[in-house]
């Protein structure tokens, strides 16, 4: 979407309060914390509580999922700095959007959610999960609204099976436009839901689903032997997923990165760790220039949308997160988040204030700024503060589960499957039943890590674009 003067200057005079250019020192932990605090007053200036698309006000066409992202960034902020200040908004939203069956399928939003709209708000569960947050007033424990969700992912991946042997679509409805698309946004969330929830509760069942919907991905090409993810395939008028749309976009790798890293802390299986040094050295020859984060499909051309500006603030969540579960892979990504803050701190200087802009390997503000380019800012300064955090497991997690069989890649089917099934509600258990497949490709006995609380100085250096999902899918 083009952006009109009046609309610059309304950001201009938006941002006016925000004060003097962003100072960052990326080796000491106030600095950092003085800086995310800047950059997080730039995002919650889209915060509008009758906003219908989840309390930030967004751009038509609307952008439910990008509000589900923004409070996921706020609720790591605040766990990170302990500064409160969102944390009221935070909840009022999340209760406003949870929906009546607690799974994040608010009827208000029936006309525009898909299955990746509805897992960027449920990574605000799962991290709510994982921090001990408050729960919502008159509301379950956020594990039960992670499983809740889960189910409903569950179920729609065997509704869908009758093609390409499984997968999730794009979209649930299937009157909506892109139902036949099966993608890595989609099904990297699904297999990283799975993932957290195998290694916070200890339940083999989910750790078979994460399994089973990597084999997948890797069997039908939207991951790579060399960890490239790739947008989507699709199994419309019998294609079957027989090829592929090699689009790379930051929050795809991203997604299945944080799964990975989930599977090996709760495996200690080497697989995984390999996995996860896979997907972090593709990503940095793919979304990293001269070691700065960058969006390489849209940045180079200025071409990013609002959605695709946002993309980098996952990338940059979980790189961080998966420093902390994954131990051997700290040092690479700390020396790439460390200098990909300090690249968009310098960015943020724009309209005479603390606004930062999309591109973080130039010298100073871009030009172009928005609620994803804010948020993305956020993410990669406050990733400097992971080791301030505990990422939890149940305080009955103490069980050792089974071995898990892995598939090989899946025989493809001809059958396309017609609708999704209802919603599985406040269920405590994952109600769908697991069939593991025939031919094992690798084991993964389970071991549960329960990680100590996370305490650590930070250390060195010191000195932002727009929107489009799976190939600008964006309705």
């Not at 999922?65 to 700095?81: A, H, I, N, P, R």
């Not at 025989?411 to 497949?437: F, I």
């Amino acid at each position: 979407m083009k952006r009109s003067s009046s609309r610059l200057a309304a950001v201009a005079i938006a941002f006016a309060y925000a004060g003097s250019a962003l100072q960052l020192n990326t080796g000491d932990a106030s600095s950092i914390k003085n800086a995310a605090s800047q950059v997080a007053k730039g995002l919650y200036v889209f915060h509008n509580e009758a906003a219908t698309t989840g309390q930030f006000n967004q751009p038509q066409p609307w952008f439910w999922w990008l509000s589900g992202s923004g409070w996921t960034g706020l609720m790591d902020y605040t766990v990170y700095t302990k500064d409160t200040t969102y944390k009221a908004g935070l909840l009022s939203a999340l209760g406003k959007n949870v929906g009546p069956k607690f799974d994040f399928a608010p009827p208000e939003q029936a006309g525009w959610e898909a299955n990746d709209d509805q897992a960027y708000w449920l990574y605000a569960g799962l991290t709510a999960m994982e921090y001990g947050f408050d729960t919502l007033p008159g509301g379950p424990a956020w594990d039960v609204v992670a499983k809740n969700t889960f189910n409903l992912f569950a179920s729609r991946w065997n509704a869908d099976s009758g093609t390409c042997n499984g997968g999730l679509k794009w979209q649930y409805d299937p009157n909506a436009s892109g139902w036949t698309y099966k993608n890595a946004v989609t099904n990297g969330a699904f297999f990283q839901t799975a993932a957290r929830l195998a290694r916070y509760t200890g339940n083999q069942t989910y750790a078979d689903w994460a399994v089973k919907i990597w084999d997948w991905s890797r069997g039908v090409g939207l991951v790579s032997n060399d960890y490239h993810v790739y947008d989507g395939t699709s199994d419309d008028k019998g294609a079957n997923c027989s090829s592929v749309n090699h689009d790379e976009w930051s929050y795809n790798i991203a997604s299945y990165l944080h799964g990975a890293a989930h599977m090996f802390n709760f495996t200690d299986d080497s697989v995984w760790e390999e996995r996860v040094h896979g997907f972090v050295n593709t990503a940095t020859t793919t979304f990293f220039k001269t070691g700065i984060m960058f969006e390489q499909k849209c940045e180079p051309s200025h071409a990013c949308s609002t959605d695709q500006t946002s993309f980098k603030a996952s990338l940059a969540r979980w790189l961080g997160k998966t420093a902390v579960l994954v131990p051997s892979a700290k040092e690479s990504i700390m020396t790439l988040l460390k200098k990909s803050a300090a690249g968009a701190a310098q960015s943020c200087v724009g309209h005479g204030n603390s606004t930062c802009g999309v591109s973080w390997t130039g010298s100073g503000f871009d030009g172009q700024s928005d609620f994803g380019v804010e948020l993305s800012a956020l993410e990669i300064i406050q990733s400097l503060l992971v080791f301030e955090a505990r990422f939890a497991v149940a305080a009955d997690n103490d069980v050792t589960p089974t071995t898990t069989r892995v598939t090989t890649r899946p025989a493809q089917s001809t059958t396309l499957t017609t609708k999704a099934t209802s919603a599985l509600t406040r269920s405590t258990t994952p109600t769908p039943e697991v069939t593991n497949p025939s031919t094992p490709s690798t084991t993964a006995t389970a071991k549960v890590t329960k990680l100590p609380a996370q305490s650590e100085a930070v250390t060195t250096m010191v000195t932002t674009v727009t929107v489009t999902t799976c190939s600008g899918k964006r309705r």
